[in-house]
């Protein structure tokens, strides 16, 4: 294990945000990561993953701890099924094509989400019909303060739109170090309903989609609507979906009879943000080097050199007129550090 002193962690966020961590060290074993904790207590480190989903604001004086735990295991198998142990070092969309390749289905669309697998379930990822937890069966993970490692089933997560224990009442308390998936090994249950996927089904005349299909399906969707991190910093949604009560929806549906919805339940409504970003003028709009993506306004993003605080008050400013043009308030997705 090696120190590293004021390290650029550039590389290290999707954003691509040039802010120093005083310290730096990649952990490639549960035991090194053992010594660390006990070396050090919960407020002396920064845990770090696939930095996917942080815009950071400043620089960390801290001892950044990145999560580099790797391995893929088939911990049992029956006839239609296999659980999958993966460390929380591997890359998520790597994952995906690795189940791809083995026939496993369950994850094929939520291909290429960038970030690791360790901290996939801290938010319960979700893209076309599928969130994490739909295959999600535990996790094993570290608490920070006594080093102990204990398991999480998907009930204990308490998962929810874009949330979990662990950015809740658990928040910061624990390092996930591997999760187990229930995938399947035949008759997948493929989710084609997505009208994204569906189109793109329809036009290469596919009736009977394989989870390759749908992965192929997915990857080109997002390509043609997400900028890709390697090529231009962004940290996906950088805002929630918000959610209305019945009430709300009613009186915003008056007024805004043309903008999409989905109904989550009979009481609650999720309206797109993207949508009320685009309305409020924002999609495509550039801030010296802060930006909002051209093809989806949703997508916040850095030109080149921006500094996470350009970024976070080009954030307040679409999170104030949003507010005053629909009297709705959106609450990042993204952790601002
Ligand atoms: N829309 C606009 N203008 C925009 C963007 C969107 O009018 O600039 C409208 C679209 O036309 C569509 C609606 O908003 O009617 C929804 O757009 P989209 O299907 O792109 O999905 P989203 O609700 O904006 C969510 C997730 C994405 C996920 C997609 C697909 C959240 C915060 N975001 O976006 O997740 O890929 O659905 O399932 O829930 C991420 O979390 O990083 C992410 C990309």
Same mark, same amino acid.
């Given at each position: 294990?090696? /120190?590293? @002193? ?44 696939? $930095? ?15 999560? &580099? ?19 929380? $070092? ?17 994850? =094929? ?53 874009? &949330?979990?224990?662990? @950015?809740? =009442?658990? %928040? ?5 170090? +591997? ?6 090994? @035949? ?7 997505? $009208? ?6 329809? !036009?290469? #005349? ?5 989870? @390759? ?11 043609? *609507? ?8 962004? +940290? ?11 009430? =709300? ?5 008056? *007024? &805004? ?7 989550? +339940? ?10 009320? /970003?685009?309305?409020? $003028?924002?999609?495509? %709009? ?15 993003? &850095? ?5 996470? +605080? ?6 307040? !400013?679409?999170?104030? %007129? ?12 993204? #952790?601002? /550090?």
């Amino acid at each position: 294990m090696f /120190i590293e @002193k004021n390290k650029s962690l550039r590389n290290y966020n999707t954003f691509g945000i040039d802010v120093t961590a005083r310290a730096f060290v990649s952990v490639e074993s549960l035991e090194d990561l053992r010594t660390i904790l006990k070396d050090y207590t919960p407020d002396e480190v920064f845990i770090l993953g696939g $930095g996917s989903n942080m815009l950071l604001t400043a620089p960390i004086d801290k001892l950044v701890v990145h999560i &580099n735990l790797k391995g893929i295991e088939v911990l049992s198998r029956t006839e239609d099924e296999v659980i999958l142990e993966i460390q929380a $070092g591997e890359n998520w969309h790597e994952l995906v094509m690795y189940c791809i390749e083995n026939d496993f289905g369950g994850i =094929e669309n939520l291909s290429l989400i960038p970030g690791n697998t360790g901290t996939a379930p801290i938010q319960n990822i979700g893209a076309y019909g599928v969130e994490l937890e739909d295959v999600f069966e535990s996790c094993t993970a570290i608490e920070c303060t006594t080093g102990v490692l204990r398991s999480f089933s998907r009930e204990e997560c308490k998962f929810g739109y874009r &949330n979990s224990i662990f @950015k809740d =009442e658990a %928040k910061d308390q624990y390092i996930i170090t +591997s999760v187990m998936l229930r995938l399947t090994s @035949k008759n997948h249950k493929i989710n084609s309903s997505y $009208g994204a996927i569906s189109d793109v089904l329809a !036009k290469r #005349n596919i009736e009977n989609p394989t989870i @390759k299909d749908i992965s192929e399906a997915v990857i080109s969707i997002r390509r043609s *609507k997400l900028p890709d991190p390697a090529e231009i910093g962004n +940290s996906g949604s950088f805002f929630k979906n918000p959610v209305l009560s019945s009430e =709300e929806f009613k009186k915003f549906r008056s *007024k &805004n009879p043309e903008a999409p919805y989905y109904e989550v +339940s009979a009481t609650q409504f999720k309206i797109p943000a993207g949508w009320l /970003i685009d309305q409020a $003028g924002f999609k495509g %709009k550039r801030y010296g080097d802060a930006g909002i993506h051209k093809h989806q306004a949703l997508v916040l993003v &850095n030109h080149g050199n921006a500094s996470g +605080s350009e970024i976070w008050n080009l954030a307040l !400013k679409i999170q104030k %007129k949003v507010k005053e043009d629909f009297g709705i308030y959106i609450e990042p997705e993204v #952790n601002v /550090i």
